[in-house]
Nanobody, 115 residues
Framework: QVQPVESGGGLGQPGGSLRLSCAPS????????VGWYRQAPGKQREFVAD???????SYGDSVKGRFTISRDNAKNTVYLQMNNLKPEDTAVYYC?????????WGQGTQVTVSS
């Protein structure tokens, strides 16, 4: 099954930090973009961040200035560094491998932010 694998979810404190990792099934350079999305209970799926194979980065408005997407080419891994966490960041976070005409999704990792 072609599927990225997320890791690093868990419990974070308000104002604290967590780092998520995504191991895509394909090479970072063969994927149009690797992205992070999240979905909280009762809410629609929300765009968080993505990075194209040539390094272009986009962020959702709700995480700008707090989250950073990066990659380690040698490890073929994409990271989401989450700083200054807020309770509203609580959600299941999904990694996606995006191609021009199809994409693949991971199973998600739960992030909970609470005191």
């Amino acid at each position: 099954q072609v599927q990225p694998v997320e890791s690093g979810g868990g419990l974070g404190q308000p104002g604290g930090s967590l780092r998520l990792s995504c191991a895509p099934s394909g090479s970072i350079f063969s994927i149009w973009a690797v992205g992070w999305y999240r979905q909280a209970p009762g809410k629609q799926r929300e765009f968080v961040a993505d990075m194209t194979s040539d390094g272009k980065i986009s962020y959702g408005d709700s995480v700008k200035g707090r989250f950073t997407i990066s990659r380690d080419n040698a490890k073929n891994t994409v990271y989401l560094q989450m700083n200054n966490l807020k309770p509203e960041d609580t959600a299941v976070y999904y990694c996606s491998e995006k191609y021009s005409d199809y994409d693949y999704w991971g199973q998600g990792t739960q992030v909970t932010v609470s005191s």
